[in-house]
């Protein structure tokens, strides 16, 4: 079992920039990839981004490559979202997830969530 715990979320302006952090517990001796998605009122979670385990490989959703960066620090069992140039269509709850199996840019294929982090973008 994996345990995940996001912080920093938060209100901005467009343009600004938030950094995400995720807290992973529990069996983290496990070579997971590391993801976040997120989630509109009305709307599917969505992929935004996910992470190897190494770090060495990166995926982003189209909508936010060249203004999200996903990075990762085993050591101390994080993961981070850069999020610059924020968009008021950015604006949703932010979800760390681990362990895909299948198809990573679904949901569904991911074992372990957080509880989730609100971000808002004001215009």
């Known amino acids: 079992q994996v345990h995940l715990v996001e912080s920093g979320g938060g209100l901005m302006q467009a343009g600004g920039s938030l950094r995400l952090s995720c807290a992973a517990s529990?069996?983290?001796?496990?070579?997971?990839?590391m993801g976040w998605f997120r989630q509109a009122p009305g709307k599917e979670r969505e992929f935004v981004a996910a992470i190897t385990w190494s770090g060495g490989s990166t995926f982003y959703t189209d909508s936010v490559k060249g203004r999200f960066t996903i990075s990762r620090d085993n050591a101390k069992n994080t993961v981070s979202l850069q999020m610059n140039s924020l968009k008021p269509w950015d604006t949703a709850v932010y979800y760390c997830s681990a362990d895909p199996e299948g198809d990573y840019t679904q949901h569904q294929s991911w074992a372990y969530w957080g509880q989730g982090t609100q971000v808002t973008v004001s215009s």
């Open positions: 529990g069996r983290t001796e496990n070579n997971y990839p």
